[in-house]
């Protein structure tokens, strides 16, 4: 790893400023597991980084809004989520997923905004929070914006983000009435980057499904919703007929990029059954954030 | 008497580590840690082609990076070492590539710096241009390929029936081991059924959690090497060697080690430690990240084509096995395994007629060298397989059918070697009884399938070798022991420990460990092969027995009762006051009759045979071809043990590494290039991958050689894993798969392809 020169500015504002700079190539920091890794590999070489570790208390809150809303603040770490009785009860998916989410050691320090800005599409966080439709707060040289999960990355390692721009907040908003789960397949250890993650979302009356959201992680270069699936099963009685039609159109309206984990076939193979068994988990769940 | 009610039966018991205190409150000393005054970091520039002509290296960008204070390449070592290729058996390894680099990521040249960062920058400012040459990688095409990677072979000279290699040209077999007993051609003839598969085994990693490090350090005119090495006596050796010095001039030190499990062994990168340190007349450290281990040494990939002839009632009559073992760019100590290997490729099992062929294979892949089990987990990969296609053809019963074939107490093995206290039969009997094998099995119902499956395997003892251990007992009745055996974690500091507690008949908490320094420590063949139990022990058994006498006589001498003075007041007695020193010396060297070279055979190729067995239950998703192991069973004869609780923590510690190779490992390599060299992306299992059920056993036996009937246990958990699993998969699904690892995606593949509906890519 080559030296480089490591910022901790203490304001929001000034993180944002070191980072709009066009003097140096600054990177930001949360708790710099990726970051290391791209470093260490020499594929990432930055001049500067700026450390957001201690931007203030306010960034490492997790809070549950009266109407249900839960506000995650970027420097959350994974175990924090992990182990957060306010997560577990609003939205139970996401406590679910953390006990494979890597290992105890990144989880310990891994942080929300970092794991969502740095557009691995290996994450299993942004194809879940894309499910649960969350959004981010992302602050920049030019004000504050809102970004919905689901269009935040762009292709590996790409977000829409713009220079200087930093996500403040992770809001996953009220989950009452849903149901939801986060299956992650992976090939080789359990603790590895999935082959595929799939993520259901969805409402239900009965057996039937009012409404759904459906995206995968791992397969794509970005986490891909899957709209020819959630629409065959929108309005439908859920039976294991339907279910396997569904996979078979969302494996096949999909074009599979092959990796480490599997190719390209064999990933396309697994959402044939998975999207059954992430739809199968979300309908078994008692229904999220049942606040009352 | 006090003393003795405290110091009884040290041995049998399972006492706590002696290092573990210091290991869990991070006081225990590692060499990763070393820093010393004035110390410079080594980084390595490494090809990036797999083999070409060395045309031009230009370091002057390097060089004049502000910091750096030394550029080395092989032109600067060959001002020191005229002839700087260094190998146990092999002298073909350059320190630094000379003229030729042989695979990606051979060192080509290094930076040294006082700050590691600036080094590691400034190796990205070389360049240096290669001649591109075609390149081999697969060890069956590197057998008649027209690419050769050394002109010409360079055996050591210290290993007899490698002599009649020496300057053999056009080709890549550095060893070609034959074993030759009966007539196979007449033993398939007789034969009822004839059966022939081969296998293939993956190239993967050793990942010690501490990467190699060595540290070279002038000292006078003289040299130190702080290394992580398993094999200190071996390192002095060979630098001596290399300079030209007498070993005296040469101190390796080694330490605990974060692992071992054979990267270790042998000589690694201490001759560039002490070429770096000479040159540059300062500390030199050199220290691999986890990514470089990927590049410096790796288990051996290995083709093993078996063939058996087998009678109606299930008797093996015939065998034949060709093993090709793909040693990489440099032979390290792959020769030494196609032969030691070789021995028993044809398994536990009692054949007439047996053909064996063994070739160490060079191709242009980093290094291959011993990695826990010493080859022979890649031949239990192939002969169990093979047991479990034979019994199922034959309608047997696998348990019954190994059962029928195994090695019987002083039956000859193939080899000619007498089976002398192996407990062949009692393992497989306890497996089956821990398998509840006569129980019939619930196969499971629906998507989800289950199957269990058994494998053995056995492995003879590195012979001949020998070790030495000096016990210092001072006027305190206290006890500090010399030897080189290294703990790597097994836990051989604490099996030392009670084996000379209880020969001195002294509490343990009177007994020390002084690290290995060859300048203190006496010679000891290495820390491999599981060796060090049943060969160390002895020779500090001997070396605390000769400790005990001379105290005994020491007693005798001043007439006062032996045993029953304490060891303090023999000590006042003699000298006036608390002083002076009995110091034991032991030795032990195991026995062995050289091979005939013609047939391979003799009459001792082992002073102990360990055996090893493992038995899985498993459920596979037939829908995505994930196995969940729903238990692992591993069965061991290790002799009467030292201490149970290491023993158990070794059958377990094996059996999950084994997992590894089994199940995920892989180094996959695109053109020589490793396409996934770091631990993001080389996967090894962790906690939720250990299955739930994890059993060890050892069973009631006796090394009637081994010191209190010890023998060594540290690969033998890992012999029989990946078999086991293919034979449970096959009796799942009915699908059998020849190469490793066993992966969702190849299980689902072979599935679908069972099924007549191939998977087919996109």
């Known amino acids: 790893m080559t030296p480089f020169d490591l910022h901790t500015p203490s304001s929001l504002g000034d993180a944002v400023a070191l980072l709009s700079s066009d003097d140096t190539d600054a990177r930001p920091m949360g708790g710099g597991t990726a970051l290391m890794l791209m470093m260490k590999a020499g594929v990432l070489r930055p001049q ?56 105890v050691r990144v989880r310990n320090v891994a942080t929300v905004g970092g794991n969502l800005a740095h557009g691995d599409p290996h994450m299993d966080l942004p194809a879940l ?73 969805l409402r239900a009356e009965g057996n039937r499904v009012e409404t759904c959201r459906l995206f995968i992680g791992a397969a794509t270069d970005r986490p891909t ?52 068994r992430a739809i199968t988990a979300a309908m078994a769940n008692a229904t999220d954030g049942d606040l009352s | 008497m006090s003393r003795d009610q405290h110091t009884l039966d040290q041995v049998g018991r399972s006492v706590p580590r002696v290092e573990s205190y210091a290991k869990v409150t991070g006081q225990a000393e590692y060499i990763h840690n070393l820093r010393l005054p004035g110390m410079l970091h080594a980084k390595i520039f490494r090809s990036r082609v797999a083999h070409g002509k060395i045309v031009r290296i230009d370091t002057q960008t390097a060089r ?140 993967v990693m050793h990942t010690p959690l501490e990467p190699m490090v060595s540290v070279g350090e002038p000292d006078g005119d003289s040299l130190i090497i702080h290394s992580s090495t398993q094999m200190p006596s071996f390192v002095r050796i060979e630098i001596a060697r290399l300079l030209g010095w007498d070993e005296g001039r040469v101190r390796v030190k080694s330490g605990l080690l974060g692992g071992g499990f054979g990267a270790k062994v042998y000589i690694k990168l201490e001759a560039l430690a ?73 398994g536990p099992y009692h054949i007439q007629h047996v053909h064996i062929d063994s070739y160490a294979i060079y191709t242009n892949l980093p290094p291959a060298g011993a990695m826990r089990g010493f080859g022979v987990p890649q031949l239990v990969w192939g002969y169990e397989s093979h047991t479990d296609l034979i019994a199922r053809e034959l309608g047997m019963d696998p348990l019954a059918f190994r059962r029928l074939n195994a090695l019987k107490e002083g039956q000859e093995h193939a080899t000619g070697t007498p089976m002398r206290d192996t407990a062949i039969d009692l393992v497989l009997e306890e497996l089956g009884k821990r398998m509840a094998w006569d129980v019939p099995f619930e196969r499971g119902a629906g998507k989800v399938k289950r199957g269990r499956g058994i494998a053995i395997g056995i492995k003879a003892s590195i012979s001949p070798t020998t070790s030495f251990a000096m016990v210092n007992v001072t006027a305190d009745g206290s006890a500090t022991l010399y030897f080189n055996t290294i703990d790597m974690g097994q836990g051989s500091d604490t099996a030392m420990s009670q084996i000379a507690a209880q020969t001195l008949q002294i509490p343990l908490s009177k007994v020390k460990v002084v690290r290995a320094d060859t300048a203190v420590t006496p010679y000891d063949m290495g820390t491999l092969g599981s060796r060090s139990t049943f060969h160390m022990g002895h020779a500090m058994q001997l070396a605390a027995q000769d400790a005990r006498d001379k105290l005994d006589a020491l007693a005798e001498e001043l007439g006062l009762p032996a045993r029953e003075t304490p060891i303090e007041a023999l000590f006042h007695k003699k000298f006036g006051m608390s002083a002076g020193n009995v110091i034991g010396v032991g030795n032990y060297t195991s026995s062995y009759a050289p091979v005939d070279p013609e047939t391979g055979t003799s009459a001792n190729i082992t002073p102990n045979w360990m055996v090893g067995a493992s038995g899985v239950e498993i459920e596979v998703d037939t829908e995505t071809g994930h196995i969940n192991i729903l238990r692992l069973v591993s069965v061991a004869d290790a002799g009467s043990v030292i201490n149970p609780g290491i023993v158990a923590t070794q059958l377990s510690g094996a059996a ?107």
């Open chain 2, 64 to 203: 004049d990076f502000p910091g750096v204070h030394a550029v080395i390449t092989a032109e600067e070592v060959m001002r020191l070492i005229p002839s700087p290729y260094f190998g146990p058996a092999f002298h073909d390894q350059p320190i630094l590539a000379i003229g030729k680099v042989r695979y990606i990521g051979e060192p080509v040249a290094v930076v040294l710096a006082t700050d590691p960062h600036i080094a590691e920058e400034a190796v990205g400012m070389i360049d240096a241009e290669y001649d591109e040459l075609p390149a081999v990688f697969d060890e069956v095409d590197a057998m008649t390929s027209q690419v050769i990677v050394h002109d010409e072979l360079r055996p050591a000279g210290t290993f007899p029936d490698l002599k009649h290699l020496k300057g053999r040209k056009n080709t890549n077999v550095a060893l070609d081991f034959k074993l030759r007993r009966g007539d196979v051609d007449q033993g398939f003839a007789e034969s009822d059924h004839v059966f022939e598969h081969t296998f293939k085994v993956q190239p």
């Open chain 1, 225 to 276: 919703r899957l709209t020819t699936a959630e629409a065959m099963m929108t309005g439908q009685n859920v039976d294991a007929a339907l279910l396997s039609r569904a996979g078979d159109a969302a494996a096949d309206a999909i074009a599979f990029i092959g990796d480490a984990q599997g190719s390209a076939a064999y990933k396309k193979a697994l959402l044939r059954i998975y999207l059954g």
């Open chain 1, 48 to 103: 500067a980084l700026v450390c957001l570790r201690s931007l203030g208390a306010g960034f490492r809150q997790i809070e549950l809004q009266a109407n249900g809303d839960l506000h995650i603040g970027a420097l959350v770490t994974m175990s924090m989520l992990e182990h957060s009785a306010e997560v577990r009860r609003a939205a139970p998916a996401i406590s679910r997923t953390m006990t494979r989410l890597s290992n």
């Open chain 2, 274 to 346: 002490a070429a770096l340190a000479l040159l540059a007349r300062r500390p030199v450290r050199v220290a691999l990240t986890m990514e470089e281990q990927f590049y410096t040494i790796t288990n051996h990939a290995a083709t093993m084509r078996i063939k058996s002839g087998v009678m109606r009632d299930g008797r093996i009559h015939a065998r034949t096995c060709e093993i090709w073992w793909n040693g990489g760019a440099y032979a390290d100590i792959g020769p030494r395994i196609t032969q030691k290997s070789g021995f028993t490729a044809a």
């Open chain 2, 656 to 762: 999950i590494m084994s997992l590894g190779g089994a199940l995920l490992e892989h180094m996959q390599y695109t053109d020589g290039e490793l396409t996934n060299g770091s631990l993001a992306y080389y996967k090894i299992p962790a906690f939720h991958d250990v299955p739930h059920n994890l059993e060890g056993a050892i069973v009631e036996s006796r090394q009637s050689s081994g010191p209190f009937g010890a023998k060594g246990v540290g690969e033998s958990a890992s012999f029989g894993v990946a078999p086991a699993i293919a034979n449970a998969l096959e009796q799942a699904l009915d699908i059998r798969i020849m190469a490793l690892p066993l992966t969702p995606e190849v299980i689902y593949r072979a599935l679908r392809e069972s099924e007549g509906n191939a998977l087919v890519e996109d």
């Open chain 1, 129 to 201: 929070l894309s499910a649960l439709d969350a959004h981010v707060i992302a602050s920049g040289p030019d004000g504050e914006r809102c970004i919905g999960v689901d269009s935040l990355i762009t292709g590996y390692y790409e977000t829409v983000l713009g220079k200087g721009e930093l996500i403040t907040k992770l809001v996953v908003p009220c989950q009452t009435g849903m149901r939801s789960a986060y299956m992650k397949v992976t090939t080789r250890s359990a603790d590895d980057w999935p082959a595929l993650g799939v993520a259901a979302s």
